[in-house]
């Protein structure tokens, strides 16, 4: 994070890139254990559910997550679990519940500011080989459709893209969906800094955005 | 661009690429001194306006009296002023040079940017001046300008190259040498070049500006290293290639090149990727190598756009019509594509039925004296044939060179069946270039005879016709990817 920039916490960045068209995964906020095991009753299992926090950027590294929850015991014991982890310098925290996108390949896409170029969107290849792949490509922003499935079409393995045991191809056009979003979010509200959707889970051929975190410039 | 914008741009460099008289400051008797190259070559290459040697002590140059100073230059008589002289000689000079009308300078003189702070302390100093003085300033730091429909060689490096429409502009010296000595090679001919060095004042995207609006160029050809405002850089690229193709060389992607360019042109570093993007997103014709890099503009310059992916091989060499194919197939721009029914039937009319009787078309053989002109015909009056390689051209004079050379020259028949051959080739590199004319898509030949056998009948043909022809099939299908994706993305 740059200096004079501050993070929003998950689900405000999800909540700002969904109106900017991005799909996100259905989720909802809970104060305690009891609101969410009601908010995952309602979402339906399994569930994942994360601590949640405008201080909280690096929740992985802190085990402030826990996936797969399959009914509301679990709940239960992860959200008493995950409130009792949370630090003072954290502030205000909550708890995010939101379903399980299930899928086996996942990409990455963000904006970064290019220190030549100024604002960028990236989307790359994700999951446990995104390192050694290195398959990502660059838009300035703005862009529009044609050039989002350009961007796709950069990619170097577009096998990767394509049906995958038994899963269909990735949508292209939901892709674009993500990618112009990305775009317009970085056009539209200036004080964006930078977009981080790592992963975006592809769940039968469509894009999901199931972590978020959105950087922006602190008033 | 605006009607209005246009003449602007043009007016802006005319100094510079069309002077009606030039100042060389600082020419030298001295035939190991810069000063006395640049005099040279503005001399020997006919250019046709006034040319002003000037130098401290007078004396005499290549057979001219030099001037002492820019005031004996009579008013208005120069508008393009060629400065060798060491910098802490140039603000006086160039104050001289604006009074006598001079609107445009190019430096050579090094010892600016490239040095460091101070260095760069006394460019934006140059810089200001100019502004004042109302000078179009190139460089500093730059090796020279050439703009052929001028005859105009203000350079202290060779060629000269021949003229033609591909206008270069780069922040190495050095490569805009090589892309004219790949010129004066390919007989594929350069517009405008300029050496535009550290690029204080006039940037590589402003000479793009006007080069898009030269009705002397076709295609632009830039070296770039480094970029100093990205978005400007961006936006006036996307204007550009919307008129005419450009093709990009970029120095400087990775880690160890960077270091090299930092000490050369002291350019920053940019992330490779977003530059990639970039060029996607403008249009512009990225290559990866020197060769290619001119290759594909030769090919803008001197071929048709093809209007699909479709490609059609025609070949008398079987091997190379197999490569050829692997290369076409595993493209991700270009399709291999089936050979039409009605195709098939026109190459059965005239070929016995050992011929491949699909795409590639290997005649194996089977052709006689008309076939090869009459398949070509055939496959590009096909609506969906897109491009046509020809593979296979110069075979015949490459065997007739060997039987003149023999001993056995022209007695047995030789005499005849020799000039048959060469006569076949040059006729195979004028249907092609006919075909390309009538149907307007690339027909392009391929064979290594381009660069083993220069002055075969084949390469020959098409070499004095101007058209580019390319040592392999690898490299006419790259260039034909660079023009499809061009083509695609100005139609979007």
Known sequence: MSSGTRTLSEHESKRRLASAGVAVAPERLAADAAEAERAASELGFPVVVKLCGDRIAHKTERSLVRLGLTNVAQVRIAAEALLAAARPEDGAVALLVASMIPGRRELIAGCVQDPTFGPCVMLGIGGIFAEVLADVAFRLVPFDRTEALDLIAELQNQAWLGPFRGEPAVDRERLADVLVGLSRLMEGDADVVSVDLNPLIVCDGEPIAVDALVEVRAS | ?492
């Open chain 2, 1 to 492: 661009m605006s009607e209005k914008r246009e003449q602007e741009v043009l007016e802006r460099f005319r100094p510079l690429f069309e002077p009606r008289g030039v100042i060389v400051a600082g020419a030298s008797s001295h035939p190991g001194k810069f000063g006395f190259v640049a005099a040279h070559n503005l001399l020997s290459q006919g250019f046709p306006g006034n040319v002003y040697l000037t130098n401290r002590e007078g004396g005499e140059i290549l057979g001219r009296r030099a001037l002492t100073s820019v005031a004996e230059v009579p008013e208005g008589a120069a508008d393009l002023v060629f400065v060798c002289t060491p910098p802490a000689t140039v603000p006086d000079l160039l104050r001289e040079c604006a009074k006598k009308g001079v609107r445009a300078a190019f430096l050579s003189t090094a010892g600016y940017g490239e040095l460091g702070e101070e260095g760069k302390r006394a460019e934006e100093d140059l810089v200001r001046l100019c502004d004042e003085l109302g000078l179009l300033l190139i460089g500093p730091n730059g090796q020279g300008v050439i703009s052929t429909p001028a005859s105009l060689c203000a350079q202290i490096v060779a060629p000269y190259p021949p003229r033609g429409r591909i206008a270069v502009a780069s922040q190495s010296g050095g490569f805009v040498q090589a892309f004219q000595n790949y010129a004066q090679k390919t007989g594929v001919g350069v517009s405008r070049a300029v050496s535009a060095g550290n690029c204080a004042a006039t940037r590589l995207e402003d000479y793009l500006e006007y080069f898009a609006a030269d009705p002397e160029t076709a295609v632009s050809l830039i070296y770039v290293e480094g970029i100093d405002e990205g978005r400007t850089f961006f936006e006036s690229v996307r204007r550009a290639t919307s008129r005419k193709p450009l093709v990009v060389l970029k120095g400087g992607t990775t880690a160890g090149g960077q270091r090299a360019a930092a000490s050369h042109t002291g350019a920053l570093a940019t992330d490779d990727r977003v530059f990639a993007g970039m060029c996607r997103q403008a249009g512009i014709a990225r290559a990866p190598t020197i060769e290619e890099a001119f290759e594909t503009a030769a090919t803008f310059a001197t071929h048709p756009l093809p209007k699909g992916p479709n490609v059609f091989v025609l070949t008398t060499a079987g091997g190379w019509g197999v490569v050829t194919a692997d290369r076409i197939a595993s493209s991700r721009e270009l399709r291999l594509m089936p050979i039409p029914d009605d195709l098939r039937a026109a190459f059965d009319a005239r070929l016995p039925p050992r011929w491949s009787r699909n795409n590639p078309a290997d005649l194996a053989g089977s052709e006689t004296r008309d076939t090869v002109v009459e398949c070509l015909a055939e496959a590009a009056a096909q609506p969906d044939v897109h491009a046509i390689l020809l593979l296979g051209v110069g075979i015949q004079s490459n065997l007739a060179a060997m039987e003149r050379a023999g001993g056995f020259f022209p007695e047995h028949g030789l005499g005849r069946i020799v000039e048959f051959h060469e006569r076949q080739d040059a006729r195979y590199a004028e249907a092609a270039l006919e075909m390309e004319r009538r149907f307007d898509k690339p027909v392009l030949i391929a064979t290594e005879l381009v660069d083993c056998q220069p002055e075969n009948p084949g390469p020959r043909t098409l070499r004095e016709a101007g058209s580019l022809a390319y040592p392999s099939s690898f490299r006419a299908v790259t260039v034909l990817e660079h023009l499809w994706r061009y083509a695609r993305w100005r139609a979007r």
